[in-house]
């Protein structure tokens, strides 16, 4: 594990932690925003057969990176008839909750912050702290266009995390795991032990289970997708009608950290629904370091299976934002409590009885 | 029930439709032109800014003539006797200092009216459309070719040809006056003869 590597590396436990807790942001969540804004911005040009940034640096990719030092450069504005103490509070309130999820992502079998057996519970309760930061930024920000915006995205968030857990107690009901480590290392070896292709188990109970778990990946995609406020969920910043919601009134750094929440939510929404259904750091057909004897490779393999999984559902929550038109209030709504979440029941129910067998 | 599965398996499909056409629209090349680093391809007749090759100007002021928003405007001065103007590439004998050549590019509205009238063709559009200024006046061309001295001094030249001439005219017509004044001495009855003559 990396923080017992890293204990007895330096010697000192509170080095070893510190360091293991700023690992994934500054190895992955910062670079991974860059990259995932740049190919935002790209794959969006492409599809609209557009160019995207094309100045700086060759095709314009070092555009996020002279963003970021804009923004660092900022002056911190803050209107003055809004509510300092919360105004501030709530874009680090935003990003501790999305980043605090990556706290229990596995991702590798060496590379994992903690190893606590409630990992999907401690991911949904965590990230209801986003929920509370734009609210709170909403409401601070003494803009109307910002509240109403903070109030669609509390009610979507809260709305659509009731197919999420449902889907998520179907897992847990299947595999009698919480902890995402352990639901990694039980999807291990081939890619037809992955969960969506019915999981480690063999005989009737996987073919019956296939069906089930397809339908159970594409409605816990679309209701994560809907929690990260992202098209064709994203009223809560629909750009048409509320300017940009809740992060109207931030700048600079703030803004960034709203920013950074967000692609950082991107990448464990996906991370989460890679583990649930795709094996999470789990090659789909061995290892090359098992082959060659270089046990040091496996974690490194497992890290990119990991990231390319992730980064793969990332770009297609990005390709289905460029191709989808935003959803109605009310559509909205419908959607999640009229298919969403009588068909997750359903497949609750059945997945039930398929695991009695 | 039918239509509640109906529309599940509909907007399930219609979206992937939607997927799929994006997809196909990410290689298909951009339409974008990188614009100040490539330059898009213009018509052939194209109207843009003006160009006066004064070697083959004659200031003959039909250009001048042709604009419909005045934006042209020609002043010259007549050649003296001895200065070789040369002539067009077409043959025409220059005989006009031309001392102002103003277009103003505020004004003028791109119709290439001033180019057909011109006998030598030396007003003509380029292709240059990127000539913006931040100051109305920079925006006044002018195609004289000559120094602002050789402008003063041309003008001065023809002045003090005048001048001399109005001398030579004076003196002429003076000299023309005595010698009339002394025929007149010489021979009074003369004209008289021609009275009777025209009388007759």
Redesign the interface.
């Known amino acids: 594990m990396m923080y017992d590597w890293l204990y007895n590396l330096t010697g000192s436990e509170l080095l070893a932690m510190f360091i293991v807790s700023l690992l994934p942001l500054f190895v992955f969540i910062l670079p991974f925003a860059l990259l995932a804004v740049l190919a935002e911005r790209k ?1 969006s ?7 995207g940034p ?1 100045r700086t640096g060759y095709h314009g990719i070092l555009q996020t990176v002279a963003d970021i030092i804009k923004l660092l450069q900022k002056e911190d504005l803050v209107p003055t008839a809004t509510d300092k103490m919360l105004f501030n509070l709530a874009p680090l309130l935003t990003f501790i909750g999305s980043y605090a999820a990556f706290a229990v992502i596995p991702f590798s079998g060496f590379f994992i912050g903690t190893k606590i057996d409630l990992g999907i519970i401690f991911i949904v309760g965590i990230t209801g702290l986003v929920v509370a930061g734009i609210l709170m930024a909403g409401w601070a920000s003494n803009n109307k266009y910002s509240l109403l915006g903070a109030m669609r995205s509390a009610a979507q968030i809260i709305s659509y995390e009731i197919p999420t857990l449902l889907i998520i107690l179907t897992i847990v009901m299947l595999t009698g795991t919480l902890s995402l480590y352990d639901l990694s290392e039980m999807q291990t070896a081939y890619f037809w032990n992955w969960l969506i292709l019915g999981g480690p188990a063999v005989g009737i109970q996987k073919i019956l289970l296939i069906p089930l778990m397809m339908m159970g990946c ?1 409605i816990i995609y679309t209701s994560t997708l809907a929690e990260v406020n992202r098209t064709p969920f994203d009223i809560p910043e629909a750009e048409s009608e509320l300017v940009s919601g809740y992060h109207t009134e931030y700048s600079g750094m703030k803004f960034a950290m709203f920013f950074l929440a967000e692609y950082a939510n991107m990448f464990a929404v996906s991370a989460i629904v890679a583990i649930m259904f795709f094996g999470g750091y789990q090659s789909p057909f061995g290892y090359l370091g098992n082959t060659l004897g270089w046990s040091w490779l496996v974690p490194i393999e497992q890290f990119s299976w990991f990231t390319s999984k992730g980064v793969f559902f990332v770009l297609v929550q990005m ?2 934002r ?3 038109p935003r959803f109605r209030v009310d559509q909205l709504m419908a959607f999640c409590w ?2 969403l979440i009588p ?1 997750s029941f359903v497949i609750l129910l059945l997945v039930g009885l398929i695991a009695l067998i | 029930m039918r239509d ?1 599965i109906y ?2 398996w509909q907007g ?1 499909y219609t ?1 992937l439709v ?2 799929k ?3 196909r ?2 290689f ?5 032109i ?1 614009y100040p680093s490539v330059k898009p391809q213009m018509p052939e007749r194209e109207r843009n800014r003006l160009y006066v090759n004064m070697d083959d100007c004659i200031g003959c002021d039909q250009c001048a003539r042709a604009c419909p928003v005045n934006c042209i405007e020609i002043e010259t001065v007549k050649s003296i006797p001895g200065e070789d103007l040369g002539t067009t590439s077409n043959g025409k004998k220059k005989a006009l200092w031309v001392t102002t050549f103003n277009i103003d590019f505020a004004k003028c509205c791109y119709c290439q009216l001033c180019v057909f009238p011109c006998p030598t063709e030396c007003i003509y559009m380029t292709d240059v459309y990127e000539f913006s200024e931040f100051q109305r006046e920079s925006l006044v061309y002018d195609f004289v070719t000559l120094l602002p001295e050789e402008r003063i001094q041309k003008k001065k030249n023809y002045e003090e040809l005048q001048i001399k001439k109005e001398a030579e005219k004076a003196a002429a017509a003076k000299k023309a006056a005595e010698e009339k004044a002394a025929a007149l001495a010489n021979k009074p009855e003369e004209p008289k003869q021609d009275n009777k003559e025209e009388n007759k």
């Not at chain 2, 298909?28 to 974008?32: D, E, F, G, N, S």
């Open positions: 794959v040009a492409h599809m609209q057969d557009r160019l094309m594409l390709w289905l460029w191709t989808l009229k298919y068909f | 509640y529309n599940f399930l979206i939607g997927m056409v994006t997809l629209h990410v298909i090349p951009a339409v974008t990188q």
